[in-house]
């Protein structure tokens, strides 16, 4: 019997899952994750495309011949955002919240600039989509970056 109610209907207590805000560090740090993880994908699923490989085996990569500098370019641009994983959490506040800022908006224009020109336009859309949506979640993160007020 319920004591306080009267009723000798068995009562259940629910509880609520503690669900702790995530600091503004982590949400850089994973959505940098995703977004690595989304641009690695998309450059080894693009391997798949009908006459890709041809090309790589011609020394041609998207319209340009195949050379150490086309590469060293290549690497410069995925290693950014690889690194911006570690420098969202390691930096200080401020650097870290200027650094998300300028990086996540220059690399906006480059991934919609991966898509011109391109005839698979749903793996393009879908895959270029949501890496614009994770760099928007990386940019209005850093812009909300919570503050506190010190007393000087």
Do not use: C
């Amino acid at each position: 019997m319920n004591t306080t109610t009267g009723s000798t209907t068995p009562t259940t207590a629910t509880t609520a899952l503690h669900d702790p805000p995530v600091p503004a560090r982590a949400k850089l740090a994973a959505a940098w994750t995703s977004f690595m993880f989304l641009y690695i994908y998309v450059d080894h699923f693009q391997l798949y495309k009908p006459g890709a490989l041809e090309d790589i085996m011609a020394g041609v990569v998207f319209e340009f011949e195949i050379s150490q500098t086309l590469m060293t370019v290549f690497l410069a641009l995925l290693t950014l955002p690889s690194l911006m994983i570690v420098l969202s959490a390691a930096l200080p506040a401020r650097a870290s919240r200027i650094l998300n800022l300028v990086v996540a908006s220059l690399y906006v224009p480059f991934s919609i600039f991966n898509a011109v020109g391109e005839s698979w336009t749903y793996f393009y859309g879908l895959s270029i989509g949501i890496e614009v949506l994770l760099l928007a979640f990386v940019l209005r993160t850093a812009w909300t970056w919570p503050r506190t007020t010190s007393l000087r």
